[in-house]
């Protein structure tokens, strides 16, 4: 064999070897999609159902964590709980008292003490958080009904939170925790369990928290054990952009 046919055949081999590379990426490829349910606020004298905050936390990961940042002044949308959850447990075991100071937050650590300023009336509570939620865009803690009474707040308000406790100056760190993404809430416990198994062969571990609203019992879908909360969010975004949700929450599992 000449070196003329020496070459062709080593370029032959090399063609072959990088489009047997590209198939097998291509068949690694796939997407699925998600629902998610919303519950609008409603104003009333009484505490109206919210959008789905319960939820029971997740057991600690085998390797601490790296410590988070806490973060003073986040500004959002308030709501506020009470009936039908009044003696019901909260995400951190206890029985909700809807006439308690206590709130729930996505992310902040349970009995973190937290004063919520209302941007619209001035007026301020403080708080203890003892529950996850709320599961609504835009909103950033769901206070008890107490508190919100006592903020003068009859249904939603603009409000900014100021972290009280732990008592670490600003750039300290907070407690390390564990966070998953949440994707999505079904009343159909079949649909919940599709979801899951799409899902979990790219990103898992999933999970299913069962949540009883009161009206209806809610599936929800939530995704990966991250070490921190930017972790989290940064698998929040490949699902959404896998077109496995539209809309995501990162929530603190411990």
Known sequence: MTPADIALSRRK??????????????ALA??????????????????????????????????????????????????????????????????????????????????????VHDLENGRDVTVRINDRGPFVEGRIIDLSFASAQAMGMPSTALVRLEILAPASPMGA?????????????????????????????????????????GDAVFYRIRVGRENSEDAARALAQKLVQAGFAIQTFVVRLD
């Open 173 to 213: 760190s907070i407690e390390p925790g564990v966070f998953a993404v949440q994707v999505g809430a079904f009343q159909d416990r079949q649909n919940a369990e599709r979801l899951r198994s799409s899902i979990e062969q790219r990103y898992g571990p999933v999970t299913i928290q069962t949540f009883d609203r």
């Open 13 to 26: 081999r090399a063609w072959a070897a990088l489009a047997l590379g590209l198939a097998v990426w291509a």
């Open 30 to 115: 796939a997407t699925g999609c998600a629902h998610r349910t919303r519950h609008p606020a409603t104003v009333s004298r009484r505490p109206p159902p919210p959008a789905p905050t319960r939820a029971e936390p997740g057991p600690a990961p085998s390797r601490a964590p790296a410590p988070g940042p806490i973060v003073q002044g986040e500004t959002g949308i308030a709501s506020w709980y009470g009936h039908p959850y009044h003696g019901r447990k909260t995400a951190n075991g206890e029985t909700y008292n809807m006439y308690e100071m206590t709130a729930a937050h996505r992310t902040l650590p349970f009995n973190t003490q937290v004063r």
